[in-house]
């Protein structure tokens, strides 16, 4: 069984940054792609940003140059820097596991509960 669990979220100011953690248990973290999506109140849930197992990162169009993911497998743990947020940012955060590197949520296997990041104009 694999857990994840977010933390870092808050409420900032538009402009302002976070860093969001994804700390993964369980078997084999080196062996899963990690991805980020977000939910906000009446909306879908969104791909935000995926990494592999390797390193190679990949992200949404609305994030691409401002939000970083990265992996520490050492710590069993994925980041999500995220800089010059904007109120369209806001929603539930989620880390997910699964063998597949994809933007698909039907590739990912394992969610965490979600960490809420609310960006204030």
């Known amino acids: 069984q694999v857990q994840l669990v977010e933390s870092g979220g808050g409420t900032v100011q538009t402009g302002d940054s976070l860093r969001l953690s994804c700390s993964v248990s369980?078997?084999?973290?080196?062996?899963?792609?990690v991805a980020w999506f977000r939910q906000a109140p009446g909306k879908e849930r969104e791909f935000v940003a995926a990494i592999s197992r390797s390193g190679a990162a990949y992200y949404a169009d609305s994030v691409k140059g401002r939000f970083t993911i990265s992996r520490d497998n050492a710590k069993n743990t994925v980041y999500l820097d995220m800089w010059m947020l904007r109120p369209e940012d806001a929603a539930v955060h989620l880390c997910?596991?699964?063998?597949?590197?994809?933007?698909?949520?039907?590739?990912?296997?394992?969610w965490g509960q979600g960490t809420q990041v609310t960006v204030s104009s």
């Open positions: 997910s596991a699964g063998p597949r590197f994809s933007q698909q949520r039907s590739d990912y296997s394992y």
């Open positions: 369980g078997r084999a973290f080196s062996s899963y792609s």
